[in-house]
C-alpha cells in the first residue's frame, strides 16, 4: 500500500473578501432585520461555501443605506476602495450588481481600480466573477444593456416632458390668438 505524501501539496491561498452592501432609499432601514441585513447575510453564506478556495471575510462591514447606485460618492464604498487599495481586501462580493453601481462607466472605473490592485468582485445571485475574463465579458455586455434601458427610459421621460409642454404651449397659443381676433373683430378662418 502507497502512503500519500501530503507534505508537498498546498493549501488554497487566502483570498480577503468584503461584503458592499446598499439600498437606494432609508425606508425599513430602522427594521432590526432589514434588506442590507440580507444582503449581507446572502453574501456571507456564500462565503463560506467557498471557504476551501481560501476565502475569508473579512471583519468590516461596507453599508450604504439610503444611497443611491448612480454615483460612486458613497462612504462605504469609498472606504472599500479605500481598503483594496492598501491591500485589505481582496474580492468584493455583492448581492447583485446593481448593489455596486447602476452605471457602465461607473463600473468600468470600479474594475479597473481593482485590477490595478489584483483584486476582483463577485455577484453570488447573478453568477459573475470578474477574476475571470468572461465574467468580466458577460457582466459588460449586461451592463451596456442595462445602460442603453436607462438612456432609453430617460429619453421618453424627455420626450413626454417635450410633447406636454407643446400641448401646453399649442393650447397657450390657441387662446391667445382667440383673444387677438375677439378684440380685433376678426373672424377665425373657417
Given amino acids: 500500500m502507497s502512503r500519500t505524501d501530503h507534505t508537498n501539496q498546498r493549501s488554497p491561498s487566502r483570498t480577503l473578501c468584503a461584503i458592499y452592501t446598499r ?10 432585520f432589514n434588506s442590507l441585513d ?30 443611491s447606485g448612480g454615483t460612486l460618492v458613497r462612504p462605504a464604498l469609498q472606504s472599500l476602495l479605500a481598503d ?26 470600479i474594475v479597473e481600480r481593482l485590477e490595478c490592485h ?21 457582466l459588460n455586455m449586461l451592463l451596456s444593456f442595462a445602460q442603453f434601458e436607462r438612456e432609453v427610459t430617460a429619453e421618453r421621460i424627455r420626450d413626454k416632458i417635450a410633447a406636454s409642454k407643446a400641448v401646453v404651449y399649442g393650447w397657450e397659443a390657441l387662446h391667445l390668438l382667440a383673444i387677438h381676433l375677439t378684440l380685433t373683430g376678426m373672424h377665425a378662418p373657417s
Avoid: P
Wanted: glycine share 8%; hydrophobic share 35%.
Fill in 23 to 32: 439600498k437606494s432609499s432609508e425606508e425599513g432601514l430602522d427594521q432590526h
Fill in 38 to 67: 440580507a444582503q449581507y447575510e446572502a453574501c456571507s453564506a456564500y462565503i463560506a461555501s467557498q471557504r476551501h478556495k481560501g476565502w475569508k471575510l473579512v471583519k468590516t462591514r461596507y453599508d450604504d443605506g439610503g444611497l
Fill in 84 to 109: 483594496i487599495e492598501a491591500g485589505l481586501v481582496e474580492r468584493i462580493i455583492v448581492y447583485k450588481i446593481d448593489r455596486l453601481t447602476r452605471s457602465l462607466a461607473d463600473f468600468s472605473k
Fill in 118 to 138: 489584483g483584486a476582483s468582485f463577485v455577484s453570488v445571485t447573478q453568477s459573475f466573477n470578474t477574476a475571470t475574463s468572461m465574467g468580466r465579458l458577460t
